[in-house]
Structures are given as C-alpha cells and as structure tokens.
C-alpha cells in the first residue's frame, strides 16, 4: 500500500488512531483481510472509541480456502472447459443434436443473435447440474414443503414430471424467516377477507387511482415500525431499489458501493448516472479513504466538489451472511456529510431484538440512516419494498419516483399480510407471537451455526446472521450436494459462479423460526452424511477424523 | 463380508474421484473417454518408469560413488 496523500493525512490527524493502534492505516488494512478469523480485539481500530460504537461482540469469520482445494477446484474447472469444448466442437459439426437457440439457415452471414460463447458456461456447466434449480413447489413455502418430482431423459435439457409429489421436504432454502409464509392463521384470513372487500387486481398506479386507503395505513404503520417520520411502499423490492436509486441521484454525485452489493442496487446505480466508486466488501479503510479522496479530488475533470455523495451497503448480505459494520458507517457518514442508503431486505425483520432490523440490532437511531430501504418478501411473507426516511424525502419520492408512477401498486390481499404480520411482530395484535418467533429465530440461528461449525463445515459470515452459507468449492460437488439432500427429503439452494466468485461455490441455508428443533436436527444429522459421503469438511479450526487428510497442509490460521 | 466392504469403500474411492475431477456431472460416455485417456497416461506414465528409473537410478548411483570414493577410474570406463 503506497503512501500517497490521502493516508498520509489519515495517519497524520488520526492521533488517537496512533493511541489505539500504532501504525494506523497500513496495519487495520492487513487487519481488515476478510478471510481471517478475527479476534474481537482486533476489531476496534477505527479512529474514535470503536470499543463504544458496539454493545454487542462482532464475531465475523471467512475461513480462508484451504490450498488443496483451491487447485483441485481449479483443475475441476479445467477439466469440464476441455469437455465443453468437445461438446461444441460436435455441436458445432453437427455430430450430436443441439438443443440451443440458433439462427435460422439464412440469418447465418448476419451478426449474431444469440451469443455464443458468452454462453459457454451455461451450456457446459449450468445445464448438466440444472436439476438443481427452478424445481416446482406444490404447496406453501413453508418449513415444509411439497416437492413436484421431476425426470430427465435427456441430461436436464428437457424435464418431465412424473406426476409423483414428494411430500414434505425440509425447506432450508426459503427465505421464511419469521416463518410467516404460511395458509392459515390470523395473517391468511385477514388476506383473505381484504380480496373479498378489495379483489385482488389494483389496476392503477400510485398515482393516478392506485392509492388505496389500505396503502396509507400500511405506510403510517411501516413508518411506526421502523422509527422514521414516514414511509412509502412499492409493489416490488428489486422495483424500489432500481427505480427509486435513480430519482435520489443524478450526474455530478458520487455513490460509494459495497463490492457485493445486489444487483437491484448495482441497476439502480447505474441507471442513475451518476460516478460508481465500490469499495472492499464491509471494509471501512476503503469507504473511509474513498471518502476522503472524493472530498479532498471532486469531480473527475473539473475537479468540483460533488453535489451529493451516498454510501449504498446492505444489511445482512445474503451470499456471504455478513453483517455491516452500521456504527462505523454512521460515524463516517457524519464526519464526511455522506448520505446513507440502508438496504435491509434480508435484516428487517430477522435481527434484533425487536425485530427492527439492524438498526435495532446494534441499538442506533434510526434517524442516522437517511434512506432506510427495505422489502416484505423475507420476513413478512408478501411481496414488495418499502423506503423510509423523513418526510421531505419521502414526498419528494412520491412525485418523483419512477416506481410511484409507472408501476402498479401493491395489492390488497398482500398489503394487508403484510399489515398483519407487522402487527403480530410489533405486538399489537394483542399475542405475544411475534416476541416468540423472534426469539425462535435467533435460538434457532445460534444453533444451527454452532453445530454446523462443530461438525467442521466452513461457514461464512456473522454468528447472528439467519443466512448460513456452507462451502462446497468444487464444480461436481455443487449438483451431488443438491441432489443428494434431495434424497434425504432435504431442499437445499446451491449457488455457483456468476453469483459467486468462481471457487467459492456453496449451499445457502435460511433458518426460519418456523423450523422446530427436531427439523433442524433432521436436516443437520443429513448435512452430515452428506458431508462425510461428499467430504466436504474442510475446516482446519476443529481436528476431526475427516480433516486429518489435509492436516499436512498447515495454513494461516490462528 | 470384508470382500463386501471392500467394494462398497472401491466404490466410495470412486465416488470421491469423479467429484474431484468433476466427471461427477458429465455424460457417461465422456466418463469413459476421460477414464481412458487417463488410464493410458498412467500406464505410460508406469511403464516408461519400469524401463528407464533402474538405469538411471544405476548411473547415477555410481557418478555419486565415484565423486565420494575418489577412486582414479578410467573415464573410458565411466562413459559406456
């Protein structure tokens, strides 16, 4: 890391960075290496009192790859482009049928339609292990669900199903969080009552006759619920982030994103206009010295000071299950006069101890955080996105979001689940429901992490983050963990590369508080077979019986 | 019953091998082209090592010897 400018006046004014830590920058960046184990101590660098921005331990752990692995996964990769490569070459020579989109015999000499090779890796990769993917639910999403069976006579180009269902497969992929995705109880008929009153289509937008009375006492009570002077809803999460990103920022401001932010945000980002600058994943070095550099440069070329500058992170990203740093991202955000956009899609709802994302869960105020996004899909068992903040904000949105008037609003029977699941979390229902499926949910997390890492998986992320993602690295073991959790009755998401960087492939589980003990031992005694049959417990932290083939291989761990 | 296990820890190793080299999700047909060329290297591989690695081993061995023990051999002798 070279000194230039910027660190030079970070270390220089950062005297009680020098107290707390020494050689301020260059030390908190090999710190701040995401895939050590961190010590608690470790943590608090930043310049004042990071000891007292956190009430509670921060224990984040990114166990970094083991080398064995790493090369056999890479040669994995290898060894299945050389057979794609085969494939095409047949393909393209016409030895073996090919089931792709092609062009008709007389567009041949045009430019191509259909990209071949930019689909390369779909075609010879995706399509052997698709089995995986897009499977058929029959019932309600719940802690169990029913599964549509499905064949393939031909290695997953075509499906049939077999008309069989399989019943009750352990869900650990939906995002059911509070385990409100259910068909009956108080949230269903109180849906169900408000289609018979209001139907189920809106057939308007917001703004011209879409805006029913069940909107404004779905917005005053968003509003209550998150702490912030008002709210406003939209009928879809990806619609609020990349439709209404474009209407706070236009050419002329900077937006400093995380590196692994979604790609609603990245969309709404771009359509934006404004510069991009995206800083290492939860890293407050990067935002800070980006900071700093964006103030003291300004504007590319002219070098004017930027008109606005917002800082985008995410809640509980849900690929990585990691949580943001929000205390040190407020107190930057108020020593450079940054705006901050909270994402909380996967956070509302699951952290906390009220469950008021997490905000609540580090005991902030929310009216810190300008622009406090979130969405209903997760935790609330609907559809659609909200964005909070103060009033001016949120009238200014009204008029001029793209979402308020092109899209069509929500719909009634939704709106009100979402109303009653608000309530039932808040309280006001009278039930002390919501209470026990926040503390189901957060036993349920402690758990299910424990005893994974007991088992010697390696897991990804906060202790407290509901989404577990498990590694698996190889190519081949992506679809064999897929379909052998299947067998056990177990769903599973397995996630592959364009999500994730190439290598680090892994299984996302999502805990639920609808999940009761005896599931989650049902489905952890099946990980474990699973594990051991596929090998998969990497993990150099614990000496178990299954590590000890790669004990030789001693790595940097603590 | 040790013959059983036998074949059942085969088949595992097995297993483990497809996963590792990801023939897991190919065809069964390239599972058998790979296997073949795999196997046809690595009996090359044993071969050319059953032929040449006594030789060398041999020539070796005396070059080191006649380094150590400082013996005026002919280097006549040395070269056939």
Known sequence: MTQNSASKLLNRDASQDKKTCGNGFVKSHCLFQQKRYRRPAEKNHHASCTSLLYNKLFVESFEETPLLVAVLTYMGYGILTIFGYLRDFLRDWKFEKCHLAREREEQKDFVPLYQDFENFYTRNLYMRIRDNWNRPICSVPGAKMDLVERVTPDYNWTFEHTGKVLKDVINMGSYNYLGFAENSGTCADAAAHSTVKYGVGVSSTRQEIGNLDKHEELEKLVARFLGVESSMVFGMGFATNSMNIPALTGKGCLILSDELNHASLVLGARLSGSTIRVFKHNNMQSLEKMLRDAIVHGQPRTHRPWKKILIVVEGIYSMEGSIVRLPEVIALKKKYKAYLYLDEAHSIGALGTRGRGVVDYFGLDPSDVDIMMGTFTKSFGAAGGYIGGKKELIDYLRLHSHSAVYATSMSPPITQQIITSMKCIMGKDGTTLGQERLRQLSENTTYFRRRLHEMGFIIYGNNDSPVVPLMLYMPAKIGAFGREMLKRNIGTVVVGFPATPIIESRARFCVSAAHTREMLDTALNAISEVGDLLQLKYSRKYRGEESSCFSYLESHQD | ?80
Request: aromatic fraction near 18%.
């Open chain 2, 1 to 80: 019953m040790d013959m059983k296990n036998m074949r059942e820890y085969m088949s595992w190793l097995y297993y483990q091998y497809l996963l590792i080299t990801g023939i897991y999700v190919l065809e069964p047909w390239e599972q058998s082209i790979f296997n073949t060329v795999l196997f046809t290297m690595v009996a090359m591989v044993i071969y050319t090592s059953y032929v040449f690695v006594p030789i060398h081993v041999r020539l070796a061995l005396e070059f080191f010897c006649e380094l150590v023990g400082g013996q005026p051999e002919s280097t006549v002798a040395l070269m056939t």
